[in-house]
Each structure stands twice: as C-alpha cells, then as structure tokens.
C-alpha cells in the first residue's frame, strides 16, 4: 500500500520513501536474476534475495541472529555480507542479480555491498 508522502513528519524518512517507491516502480526479480533487497539500519544489515515472480524469498544473509556473518553494519560488515551473498548465489548456479538498496543513498555502506557482492562474481 502506498503510503501519503505528506504524513511523513521526518523529511529525511519522506525523501527516501519517495526513493524506494521511484526504486521499486523499476526493479523487479526473477528466478534467473533474483532481487537484492537490502536493509540497513544503525546496528545491522540484512540482504535477501527475493524472486518477485513467485512471490518468494530465496535466502537472506545478515549481521545478526544465528547465522550471521559479520558483527557490525560497516563498510568491513558489508564486505563480508557480500562475499557470503556472492557465495550462495553462486551455489545456486546465478550468475546475475538486481540490486535493490530500498531508498537508501548509494554511499558509504551500500556502495562497499554492492562492490563487494561484483568484486566476487555476481553480475549488478
């Protein structure tokens, strides 16, 4: 549902809602290029890899909970989510994927994921 860009008191939160709407409108996953949707927050990054054809999610890598694979949600964090997405897509015999960074700007953190997840294969 989408949501009236209006009620959004904060206007950091507004412009990158207005972002992921602009995002979403484009990207879109397959079985054969799945959708990487990425979720940062202050303390934790979570990557999943999402075909929008059937409605499902293929895997999800994070920085918490049991199988995490880093500590933290920086650049050295992202480097390793990476490498590990990068990793089980090649698994699954992928060689191409979409990259969805969900409204956020491509600096800092999301720009170390995405190079980190080409750097190890994977086609963006």
């Known amino acids: 549902m989408r949501k009236n860009t209006a009620k959004i008191k904060n206007e950091t939160k ?3 809602y207005r972002r992921k709407l602009s995002i979403r409108k484009k990207v879109v996953g397959s079985a054969e290029a799945p959708r990487l949707c990425v979720t940062k927050t202050n303390k934790h990054l979570r990557v999943q890899a999402i075909d929008d054809v059937k409605s499902a999610t293929l895997f999800s890598v994070q920085t918490f909970g049991k199988a995490k694979v880093a ?9 390793k989510v990476g490498a590990a997405v990068a990793a ?4 699954s015999n992928l060689s191409k994927a979409v990259f969805d960074r969900s409204g956020k700007q491509y600096t800092g953190v ?7 997840i ?3 294969g994977i086609q963006i």
């Open 14 to 16: 507004a412009k990158e």
């Open 110 to 116: 999301i720009k170390a994921l995405a190079d980190s």
């Open 88 to 91: 089980t897509l090649k698994k």
């Open 118 to 120: 080409r750097e190890n």
């Open 71 to 79: 500590d933290h949600a920086n650049a050295e964090g992202a480097k």
